[in-house]
């Protein structure tokens, strides 16, 4: 079976510092890869995907990810984050047959984000 | 602008009701929706996958009886919790998922359900 590790509950950050969250996966094959963020109260927002190619991804609100087979790793990293980037961030998993959405993702348990002014 | 449209955002009813939670796709027609449930700080779990047409697919667990599910046209799916409990509590989040390669899925903005 699937399964996402997101290793930090909590992290903390300045304001303008950079971010590192990370993310491993256990599938027994590539699976499609994405990174959402939720507000409170709030439904999830797709911060960047990937499914295939250039290993390193693009999202939006300067967000990237970090694609690394051999690590199964697929971290995501902001350069300089904003108090608005505080939230709650799930990285999630979807099987590489699924086309990307036509199955139930697997997500990992988050990682909340504090930034300190 | 929104893609997914879900309602209610929030119900507070007493034990024994039963509640009906829309999912509406707004800018495509959705072949399939899916519905999560999350916990209190804690991670999205699929419940069920909701395909047009056909019945839903419920993940092990959970119970078919309990969380009625209609998917009766491409834009339109529901989650009905019936007899509804304390621990039913929760928050509902729907997704939609357009078709094709490559398309991710695209969430509702959630229904945070309270069982007095």
């Known amino acids: 079976a699937q399964s996402v590790t997101q290793p930090d509950i909590h992290i903390t950050v300045s304001e303008g510092a950079s971010l590192e969250l990370r993310c491993n996966y256990s599938?027994?094959?590539?699976?499609?890869l994405f990174w959402y963020v939720q507000s409170p109260g709030q439904g999830l927002q797709l911060l960047l995907k990937?499914?295939?190619?250039?290993?390193l991804v693009q999202g939006i609100k300067g967000f990237e990810a970090e694609f690394k087979r051999s690590q199964s790793s697929f971290n995501l990293r902001k350069p300089s984050v904003h108090w608005s980037d505080a939230a709650e961030y799930f990285c999630?998993?979807?099987?590489?047959?699924?086309?990307?959405?036509?199955?139930?993702?697997?997500f990992g348990k988050g990682t909340h984000l504090i930034i300190q002014p | 602008g929104a893609v997914v449209s879900q309602h209610p955002s929030r119900v507070i009813c007493k034990s024994g009701t039963s509640v009906k939670i829309e999912c509406r796709s707004l800018?495509?027609?959705?072949?399939?929706m899916f519905w999560y449930r999350q916990f209190p700080k804690q991670s999205l779990m699929l419940m069920a996958t909701?395909?047009?047409?056909?019945?839903?697919?419920?993940e092990q667990g959970v119970e078919k009886d309990k969380f009625l599910i209609n998917h009766a046209s491409l834009t339109l799916s529901t989650l009905t919790v019936t007899s509804a409990h304390p621990e039913d509590s929760s928050f509902y989040i729907c997704?939609?998922?357009?078709?094709?390669?490559?398309?991710?899925?695209?969430f509702g903005d959630g229904t945070r359900l309270s069982i007095l």
């Open positions: 999630a998993v979807a099987p590489i047959y699924s086309g990307g959405g036509a199955d139930g993702l697997t």
């Open positions: 599938y027994g094959a590539t699976p499609y």
């Open positions: 990937y499914f295939s190619g250039d290993t």
């Open positions: 800018d495509f027609q959705a072949t399939t």
């Open positions: 909701s395909n047009e047409g056909s019945k839903a697919t419920y």
């Open positions: 997704s939609t998922y357009a078709g094709g390669r490559s398309a991710p899925q695209h």
